[in-house]
């Protein structure tokens, strides 16, 4: 009995990776990230050098960093596949009005790739993420 049991898990597992639509979630850039601690991390760090630099600070004078952190924590989450739902707008949204220009977005760019860095994250890892946020350029960038 045991043993029909124990035949019956591989045999689950493997029809549930055929069947179409059921795939497991891949949370290994998540995981690589740190999770959420990790996240919050990078986010800080970023958020330390965007008011500083003199590229971006403008962007950041009026802006309320309780709101902002947590949402950019659940977007990171999201997009890296982790738990976490982003309930926030869309960066069309967002960033309409802001007037960010190319030379912005790449030093907001560069900044997080330096918060990274500084959190540690391999630069391998680091590349994945900026993927994933490159196609927003066209949302962010305005002028």
């Not at 124990?6 to 990776?17: G, H, I, K, S, T």
């Not at 979630?25 to 990230?33: A, E, N, P, Q, T």
């Not at 500083?52 to 949402?71: H, S």
């Not at 960033?95 to 959190?119: C, P």
């Amino acid at each position: 009995m045991k043993r029909s049991i124990l035949m019956a898990v591989p045999l689950a597992v493997a029809l549930l990776a055929a069947t179409p639509g059921v795939h497991a979630r891949d949370d290994s850039l998540y995981r690589d990230l740190g999770g959420q601690v990790g996240i919050a991390r990078i986010i800080d760090y970023a958020i330390e050098l965007y008011v500083i630099d003199p590229r971006t600070k403008d962007q950041f004078d009026n802006i309320n960093f309780d709101w902002l952190k947590p949402r950019l924590a659940q977007q990171f989450c999201e997009l890296s596949g982790g738990p976490c739902k982003y309930k926030g707008r869309d960066m069309k949204s967002s960033h309409v009005g802001m007037h960010i220009s190319t030379a912005e977005f790449n030093a907001f760019v560069e900044d997080l790739q330096l918060a990274m860095d500084k959190a540690g994250v391999p630069f391998w890892t680091q590349n994945r993420l900026l993927a994933i946020f490159a196609p927003m350029y066209h949302d962010v960038v305005t002028r």
